[in-house]
């Protein structure tokens, strides 16, 4: 078992350590960096021009990884075609967007209607591909039973990638602090799908793990390179693939915990404010509420990725 979970890991950690420090060279050289939304706190605006879409380079490590070791080791099966498949084209949906707002230098990239319309394809494409290829339509649902239903399934499955793509993307606001919640979800993932002998899945959980722990040397703070939508789009997306295809979507809601929160804190703000004129937090997403009451960006990420490796351990605990 540690060897298959070294290889991927390496390999994806190896790949993504030596293009980092090129692909920023590159950016820098062409000075592509990152806008700072206007509304977000004051002091992110020393952040403006750092580097980002550094997700490329994770996604490339990831794939390159996935291809030779899944050749390699046999494991090259149709799930593990699907994960990818779901987190390329999220990744590609991210680029697009990412790549506006850098060479537009401005925070606005795709409009909100054509991110969402590219994320519905993508979760048709899955359920199309999903589905032509025999896999389980069967949906669990706790306290109501079984629902054998493909369309159900389908609108499911689509709301499910949708979902934790923006969620993953609307906690991805503070340095490092994605890498590391993602490394944690990913690795855990990685360990349900050992236990249950999916090890095609392990595969892509563990390469991830490896690709991110690599960015996080450039991604901590003070970072040095963002992930932008790229990557932050493609995590999450993947996460929601990896979910359903290990027929455990509900897990995610525990392994994922803070994803759910974040995106929770950003529409009871908006609710809030649009039926009372009132803000229930100083500012959403939730982690940008603990930087206004005077947590350092470091107490964040390390208290919020201690509190996802607690989801995950009960998760692990209990229900596998």
């Not at 389908?154 to 934790?164: P, R």
């Not at 994803?259 to 009372?276: A, D, H, N, P, R």
């Not at 004129?277 to 100083?282: D, G, M, N, P, S």
Request: proline share 2%; net charge positive.
């Amino acid at each position: 078992m540690l060897t298959k979970i070294l290889i991927p890991f390496i390999s994806s950690f190896a790949i993504a350590v030596m293009l980092l420090p090129l692909f920023i060279g590159y950016l820098r050289a062409k000075d592509e960096g990152q806008q700072i939304r206007e509304e977000g706190p004051k002091w992110h605006e020393k952040k403006s021009g750092t580097p980002t879409m550094g997700g490329v380079v994770f996604l490339i490590s990831i794939i390159i990884t996935n291809i030779w070791v899944g050749i390699v080791k046999n494991q090259f099966t149709l799930s593990m075609l699907v994960v990818s498949l779901v987190i390329i084209l999220f990744g590609v949906l991210g680029f697009l967007d990412d790549f506006i707002k850098v060479s537009k230098k401005r925070n606005l990239g795709l409009k909100a209607w054509q991110k969402m319309a590219g994320q519905i394809l993508i979760g048709l494409i899955f359920m199309h591909v999903y589905a032509h290829e025999g896999f389980s339509t069967v949906l669990n649902v706790p306290l109501i039973g079984s629902i054998n239903s493909v369309i159900i399934f389908t609108i499911f499955a689509i709301i499910w990638l949708v979902g934790f793509s923006n969620a993953v993307n609307l906690t991805d606001g503070l340095d490092g602090l994605v890498a590391g919640l993602a490394t944690i979800s990913y690795a855990t993932y990685g360990i349900i799908s050992f236990q249950e002998s999916r090890n095609d899945i392990a595969l892509i959980c563990f390469s991830v793990a490896g690709g991110l722990i690599a960015f996080l040397f450039y991604n901590h703070k003070p970072a040095r390179i963002f992930m932008g939508d790229v990557g932050s789009l493609a995590l999450g997306g993947g996460l929601a693939a990896i979910s359903l295809i290990l027929q455990r979507p509900w897990s995610l809601l525990l392994i994922g915990l803070i994803y759910v929160i974040e995106t929770l804190s950003v529409m009871l703000q908006v609710g809030s404010f649009k039926l009372f004129k009132r803000r229930i937090f100083k500012m959403t997403p939730i982690h940008h509420h603990f930087e206004m009451l005077g947590w350092s960006e470091w107490k964040i990420d390390i208290v919020f990725w201690l509190f996802s490796i607690i989801c995950s351990v009960i998760y692990l605990t209990i229900f596998l």
